[in-house]
């Protein structure tokens, strides 16, 4: 099986590659990535010899056409991933995020190639913090920022091309992930890396928000199980019961590095912050039978330290620029 996964050089796409090398030899791997600030190669080193690296956008129509006609499935990761930067500057998302994956649907309608969408739980807005209601595949489309906005339109693309074209698509919705690879500008990784700087974490506004966290290893294995066994057209939520809310991470942190509970500092509140994510992935265990295999997050989190202090090398280049960014921003 020849598989295109686009974005395949940033945090998710290089896990699902390293996982799809370790897990299924008979696959042959090629990789579009552009190489934002957010790809690395680095992130493939360890499957270098195993993996094709093209280096390019899903926005160019001719190489994308190329790289799927030769290809029987295409991942699709490749977008803008980071809500405050989409605060910053919305243009490179609508770019990729939508011109980008229009053109990957207009290449897989052509060729005929099955396609899988990775989408956010953030096209579904927030939920208030004492609702006991979760997102399911029914929930609204409600977008708050730039960048889930073009996600969700990227969904609603995928979509119409199912219907109106018979474009052989699945889509899924995941929540918050962590683990290895992950761009240091995010939570978690962020606060693991100042921490290992001997810097106070930082938390946005009061902390209250809630994430619904999952190990991105747990998210890949629902990706190959859609691919494998999910219905074309269906829309399969990701997640794995993991609602935490912001302090409550920064303080099993600083537990983890052997520090107290409050050494951290409260910085300014990101603009028209989502409160709370919770995904029902009720539809993916009882349809797909998957289950996730990294139910204690405390574990998980330690295993994400160690893993940011033996790997120094690989963060430490973009470490001074993106706390100069966020500085700027006073956060
Ligand atoms: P990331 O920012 O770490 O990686 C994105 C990758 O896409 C990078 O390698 C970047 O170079 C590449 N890219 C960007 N623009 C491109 C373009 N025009 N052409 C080709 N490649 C391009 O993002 P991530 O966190 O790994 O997210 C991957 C996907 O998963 C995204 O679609 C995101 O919306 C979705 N998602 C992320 C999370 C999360 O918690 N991180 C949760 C749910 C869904
Ligand atoms: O829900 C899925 C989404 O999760 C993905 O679609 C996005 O690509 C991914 O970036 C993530 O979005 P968030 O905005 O939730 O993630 P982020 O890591 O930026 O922030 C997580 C929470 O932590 C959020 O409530 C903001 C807060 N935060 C973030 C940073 C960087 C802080 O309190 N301090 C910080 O320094």
Redesign the pocket.
């Known amino acids: 099986m020849r598989v295109l996964v686009t974005g395949g050089a940033g945090f998710i796409g290089s896990n699902f590659v390293h996982q799809t090398v370790r897990e299924r030899p008979e696959v042959r791997v090629t990789v579009l990535d552009a190489l934002t600030y957010a790809g690395d190669r680095e992130s493939l080193a360890p499957v270098a010899d195993k993996v094709t690296l093209v280096e390019g956008s899903i926005t160019d129509a001719a190489l994308v056409d190329s790289l799927v006609a030769d290809s029987d499935l295409v991942v699709h990761f490749a977008?803008e991933?980071?809500?405050?930067n989409s605060l910053n500057d919305p243009s490179p998302f609508v770019q990729t995020n939508l011109i980008g994956t229009f053109t990957l649907l207009e290449a897989v309608r052509k060729h005929g190639v099955r396609f899988h969408h990775i989408?956010?739980?953030?096209v579904y807005g927030d939920l208030e913090l004492d609702d006991p209601a979760k997102f399911t595949p029914d929930t609204p489309y409600n977008p708050s920022?730039p960048?889930?906005s073009t996600?969700a339109g990227s969904d609603l693309l995928v979509r119409a091309w199912v219907r109106s074209f018979g474009v052989q698509a699945t889509i899924s919705n995941?929540?918050?992930?962590y683990g290895p690879y992950q761009h240091i500008?995010?939570?978690?990784p962020?606060?693991i890396t100042n921490l290992i700087d001997g810097v106070r974490?930082?938390?946005?506004?009061a902390?209250e928000?809630?994430?619904?966290w999952i190990h991105v290893e747990d998210h890949n294995s629902a990706v190959w199980a859609i691919i494998e066994r999910g219905r074309i057209g269906e829309t399969y939520l990701i997640g794995a019961d993991g609602e935490k809310n912001?302090l409550e991470?920064?303080e099993t942190l600083l537990e983890i590095f052997g520090l107290a509970k409050d050494d951290f500092e409260h910085?300014k509140d990101?603009p028209g912050?989502?409160l709370r994510?919770a995904i029902d992935a009720t539809k993916l265990r009882d349809e797909l039978g998957w289950t996730p295999k990294y139910t204690d997050f405390e574990s998980g989190l330690r295993a994400t330290v160690d893993w940011y202090k033996a790997n120094e090398a690989w963060w430490r280049p973009a470490k001074q620029a993106t706390e100069a960014k966020?500085a700027a921003q006073g956060?």
Not at 81 to 84: E, G, L
Not at 209 to 212: E, Y
């Open positions: 977008a991933s980071h809500n405050d989408s956010t739980d953030e920022s960048y889930s996600k995941c929540s918050n992930n500008e995010k939570f978690i962020r606060q974490p930082k938390l946005y506004g902390g928000n809630v994430r619904d912001n991470v920064v910085v990101r912050h989502d994510y966020y956060q």
